[in-house]
């Protein structure tokens, strides 16, 4: 029996949990090979018009696992840190899949709350039985799957180059060098290095979440937000890049939220969609190195 596993998603933030917890586990999993125009086009075949593009890739990795696999995980995260709301797609990304692909194969559905490890070993037990794994197996798997998440370091910190911007976007956008055309080497062939939203502090994070009406509770607001403040306010950047998915709802209000609070601050805003024609992405970013400059 051999269980697929996606790497779109939130994967690019839990990799180390769920490749240690599969290993551990001792199952035959395969791991989605990174994205690619197949894996694109597989996507959007098998998904809803209207979804962004992260969406749509994953959409395409699990699509291409369903060929060879008999089972493929696909998680249901509710949230990922006390408090904070991510957006509802996540919640609902079993029935999308499945009505999208027309397969009903998915394991490890059951809703995971990555800030209550009790919850989420409940929710992880439930897939393990239908797999056939003892109780005990799946304890030592997640007490490793555990540590090797917490002592991973992620985020970018970079320094030599002439110019340096906070990188701010949801994981999937960020890492995923195929959905955002290679960002990251077009940032370092104009000389600008980034800084990502890691390398600020959860009371850091907090101190700027004053002065609303409401206290945000978007996750991915607070996440890119307060670490654009944080970082301007202690002048460690010249500049932002917000790397976003066209028609992602959060982002809308989040990229009004940081223009209404940064003044002329230079801020610079890639939208990524299924479009992979690079001529007016590269004049934009080489036009902003021009603004920050
Ligand atoms: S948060 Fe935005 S980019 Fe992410 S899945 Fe939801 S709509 Fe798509």
Redesign the pocket.
Same mark, same amino acid.
């Given at each position: 029996m051999k269980i697929g596993i996606p790497g779109g998603?939130l994967y690019y933030r839990y990799e180390p949990f769920v490749r240690t917890f599969f290993n551990e586990l001792e199952v035959d999993a395969e791991y989605s090979t990174r994205s690619n125009k197949e894996i694109l086009d597989l996507g959007a075949r098998n998904c809803v018009d209207e979804a962004?593009l992260?969406?749509k890739l994953f959409h395409g990795h699990a699509a291409k696992l369903q060929k060879t696999c008999d089972y493929i995980t696909v998680p249901r995260i509710m949230n990922c840190e006390f408090g904070e709301s991510?957006?509802p797609? *996540?919640r609902g990304l079993p029935e999308l899949v499945g009505s999208g692909t027309g397969k009903s194969n998915q394991i490890f559905t059951e809703p995971i709350y990555m800030n209550d490890k009790e919850k989420l070993k409940k929710a992880l037990k439930k897939g393990c039985r239908q797999i056939g794994v003892s109780d005990s197996r799946l304890e030592k798997a997640f007490r490793s799957a555990l540590e090797n998440q917490s002592n991973t370091s992620f985020g970018l910190n970079e320094d030599g180059y002439r110019h340096r911007v906070f990188l701010a976007g949801?994981p999937y956008?960020i890492y995923d060098s195929f959905a955002n055309l290679n960002l990251l080497q077009k940032l370092h062939h104009l000389d600008i290095g980034v800084i990502t939203e890691e390398w600020v502090n959860r009371s850091e994070l907090m101190g700027e979440l004053t002065g609303f009406i409401k206290r945000p509770y978007w996750f *991915?607001l607070i996440h890119n937000f307060a670490p654009a403040m944080v970082l301007m306010k202690r002048k460690d950047i010249d500049g932002i890049v917000y790397v976003s998915?066209f028609?992602?709802?959060?982002?809308s209000v989040t990229i009004e939220l940081i223009k209404n609070s940064i003044g002329s601050f230079p801020f610079l805003v890639l939208k990524l969609d299924e479009q992979t024609g690079e001529a007016g992405y590269n004049t934009r970013l080489e036009a902003f190195r021009e603004v920050l400059k």
């Amino acid at each position: 029996m051999k269980i697929g596993i996606p790497g779109g998603l939130l994967y690019y933030r839990y990799e180390p949990f769920v490749r240690t917890f599969f290993n551990e586990l001792e199952v035959d999993a395969e791991y989605s090979t990174r994205s690619n125009k197949e894996i694109l086009d597989l996507g959007a075949r098998n998904c809803v018009d209207e979804a962004c593009l992260p969406m749509k890739l994953f959409h395409g990795h699990a699509a291409k696992l369903q060929k060879t696999c008999d089972y493929i995980t696909v998680p249901r995260i509710m949230n990922c840190e006390f408090g904070e709301s991510i957006c509802p797609k *996540f919640r609902g990304l079993p029935e999308l899949v499945g009505s999208g692909t027309g397969k009903s194969n998915q394991i490890f559905t059951e809703p995971i709350y990555m800030n209550d490890k009790e919850k989420l070993k409940k929710a992880l037990k439930k897939g393990c039985r239908q797999i056939g794994v003892s109780d005990s197996r799946l304890e030592k798997a997640f007490r490793s799957a555990l540590e090797n998440q917490s002592n991973t370091s992620f985020g970018l910190n970079e320094d030599g180059y002439r110019h340096r911007v906070f990188l701010a976007g949801h994981p999937y956008n960020i890492y995923d060098s195929f959905a955002n055309l290679n960002l990251l080497q077009k940032l370092h062939h104009l000389d600008i290095g980034v800084i990502t939203e890691e390398w600020v502090n959860r009371s850091e994070l907090m101190g700027e979440l004053t002065g609303f009406i409401k206290r945000p509770y978007w996750f *991915f607001l607070i996440h890119n937000f307060a670490p654009a403040m944080v970082l301007m306010k202690r002048k460690d950047i010249d500049g932002i890049v917000y790397v976003s998915s066209f028609c992602c709802g959060t982002d809308s209000v989040t990229i009004e939220l940081i223009k209404n609070s940064i003044g002329s601050f230079p801020f610079l805003v890639l939208k990524l969609d299924e479009q992979t024609g690079e001529a007016g992405y590269n004049t934009r970013l080489e036009a902003f190195r021009e603004v920050l400059k």
